[in-house]
């Protein structure tokens, strides 16, 4: 590149003394041969009026010659740049051209070892068939040599499962089974089928520990194979859970449900007075019984309860005019001769209401009742003022 601009610089050096190129507004005719060819007429008038080699032309041929370099840089500059930019280019094609032949190849693998796959697929397909007719043919000829008494066994074995039985006639069953096998099976598949004959005796046959089940764990233990929704007794009480037996032993297999509200019988009362009372220091019965269920209340005002477990209880009356009321709530334990004081209900002199309810945990055969330790009680055969009620809430434990 530097020998071209050597030339450019010489070529417009020469243009500008010959006055071929329009300095000074000089009109010239420009000519192929600029270096070989004779004076032009361009040069010929110069001389003669004497503007060759004028000082201002050849300024302006530097000034031009200064800008020929210049453009020529930025021609050098613009080529090399270009040139990287082709070389980079190059090297990506041949980039692109390695992975592409990489590609195809990889794909080549692929189809030979799809069709060697396809190839064992048809091969290990051809040997199935082989073996599924081996299969029918060998079942064909059991069939034809199975004698009538072993058919005869397994059917009446089979039709002693489905209608569940009695162990007698299972245990005939089985006998003939036994025996039809002896007969007829090898030895080892009389072992194994034995061994399936237990299996179906033990689930079959009735099992106990001699106590409600407390988990799915002994449910399974008693042959319980089906999943489903079971009730169990946890902490004294009957609870209802999930059993996943298809979980064995882990953490799956039971999900708790709910506490079931389970009684030995039901139990509650009502009952009320028609008329005033007012013997104090006594227990207030009542005349009027509205419910009795399970006949634990008795209308001298005791109750006793019949179970061990949650009971409510409720009081409500009316003091009489000009006189004070104080009914308090008592209980005694089965095995004790003192009566304890739950709590009362007081009405002042002027008619007035009052009521007191509680929840008590008995035992079998504790007693309630309502004394009488102040005052009147206000009642009628029109107004029922006097009321006391009961309900068994929750059984502690059930027996077996």
């Given at each position: 590149?530097?020998?071209?601009s050597?030339?450019v610089?010489?070529?417009?050096?020469?243009?500008?003394v010959y006055?071929q190129?329009?300095?000074?507004n000089?009109d010239?005719?420009p000519?192929?041969?600029?270096?070989?060819?004779?004076?032009t007429?361009q040069?010929r008038?110069a001389?003669?009026?004497?503007r060759?080699?004028?000082?201002q032309n050849?300024r302006?041929?530097?000034?031009?010659?200064?800008?020929?370099?210049?453009?020529n840089?930025?021609?050098e500059?613009t080529?090399?740049?270009i040139?990287?930019q082709?070389?980079d280019t190059?090297?990506?094609?041949?980039?692109t051209?390695?992975d592409?032949?990489?590609?195809?190849?990889?794909?080549s693998?692929l189809?030979?070892?799809l069709?060697?796959?396809n190839?064992?697929?048809?091969?290990a397909?051809?040997?199935?068939d082989k073996t599924?007719?081996?299969l029918?043919?060998?079942?064909?000829?059991?069939k034809a040599k199975?004698?009538?008494?072993?058919?005869?066994?397994v059917?009446h074995?089979?039709?002693?499962?489905?209608?569940?039985?009695?162990?007698?006639?299972?245990d005939?069953?089985?006998?003939?089974?036994?025996?039809?096998l002896?007969?007829?099976?090898s030895k080892?598949?009389?072992?194994?089928?034995?061994?399936e004959?237990?299996?179906?005796?033990?689930l079959?046959?009735?099992?106990s520990?001699?106590?409600i089940?407390?988990?799915c764990e002994?449910?399974?233990?008693?042959?319980?194979?089906?999943?489903?929704?079971?009730?169990?007794?946890?902490?004294?009480q009957?609870?209802n859970?999930?059993c996943?037996?298809?979980?064995s032993?882990?953490?799956?297999?039971?999900k708790?449900?709910?506490?079931?509200?389970?009684?030995?019988a039901?139990?509650?009362?009502?009952?009320?007075?028609?008329?005033?009372y007012?013997?104090?220091?006594?227990?207030?019965p009542?005349?009027?019984?509205k419910?009795?269920?399970?006949?634990?209340?008795?209308?001298?005002?005791?109750?006793?309860?019949?179970?061990?477990?949650?009971?409510?209880f409720?009081f409500?009356?009316?003091?009489?005019?000009g006189?004070?009321?104080?009914?308090?709530?008592?209980?005694?334990?089965?095995?004790?001769l003192?009566?304890?004081?739950?709590?009362e209900?007081?009405?002042?002199n002027?008619?007035?209401?009052?009521?007191?309810?509680?929840?008590?945990?008995?035992?079998k055969d504790?007693?309630?009742?309502?004394?009488?330790?102040?005052?009147?009680?206000?009642?009628s055969d029109i107004?029922f003022y006097?009321?006391?009620f009961?309900?068994f809430?929750?059984q502690?434990?059930?027996?077996?």
């Amino acid at each position: 590149m530097t020998k071209l601009s050597l030339v450019v610089f010489v070529w417009i050096w020469h243009c500008a003394v010959y006055g071929q190129l329009a300095l000074n507004n000089v009109d010239y005719i420009p000519y192929t041969s600029t270096f070989l060819s004779q004076p032009t007429k361009q040069i010929r008038a110069a001389r003669a009026t004497g503007r060759l080699g004028n000082p201002q032309n050849i300024r302006d041929a530097l000034s031009l010659s200064a800008i020929s370099l210049q453009l020529n840089k930025q021609i050098e500059s613009t080529t090399a740049s270009i040139t990287s930019q082709l070389k980079d280019t190059n090297d990506k094609l041949e980039k692109t051209s390695a992975d592409l032949s990489s590609t195809q190849k990889q794909v080549s693998d692929l189809m030979e070892a799809l069709t060697k796959a396809n190839d064992a697929t048809k091969a290990a397909q051809a040997d199935l068939d082989k073996t599924n007719s081996a299969l029918s043919q060998w079942s064909a000829a059991l069939k034809a040599k199975a004698s009538k008494e072993l058919y005869g066994a397994v059917s009446h074995f089979t039709a002693a499962l489905d209608e569940k039985a009695f162990k007698e006639e299972m245990d005939h069953a089985v006998g003939q089974l036994t025996t039809a096998l002896d007969a007829k099976a090898s030895k080892s598949d009389l072992e194994a089928t034995n061994l399936e004959v237990s299996k179906l005796k033990v689930l079959t046959s009735p099992n106990s520990n001699g106590s409600i089940p407390t988990s799915c764990e002994d449910l399974q233990t008693f042959g319980f194979v089906k999943s489903g929704i079971y009730s169990v007794m946890i902490s004294k009480q009957v609870q209802n859970v999930y059993c996943d037996f298809s979980k064995s032993n882990d953490a799956g297999l039971q999900k708790w449900i709910g506490i079931v509200d389970v009684k030995s019988a039901p139990v509650y009362f009502h009952a009320q007075r028609t008329t005033s009372y007012s013997t104090v220091g006594s227990v207030v019965p009542f005349d009027s019984i509205k419910l009795n269920v399970g006949n634990a209340f008795d209308p001298s005002g005791v109750f006793v309860a019949p179970a061990p477990g949650k009971y409510f209880f409720g009081f409500s009356g009316l003091s009489d005019n000009g006189a004070l009321a104080r009914v308090v709530l008592e209980v005694k334990n089965a095995s004790s001769l003192d009566w304890s004081r739950v709590g009362e209900g007081y009405g002042d002199n002027k008619f007035k209401t009052f009521a007191f309810h509680a929840t008590l945990e008995l035992l079998k055969d504790d007693q309630v009742r309502l004394v009488l330790t102040q005052g009147a009680i206000h009642d009628s055969d029109i107004h029922f003022y006097t009321n006391f009620f009961g309900v068994f809430i929750a059984q502690n434990e059930l027996t077996v």
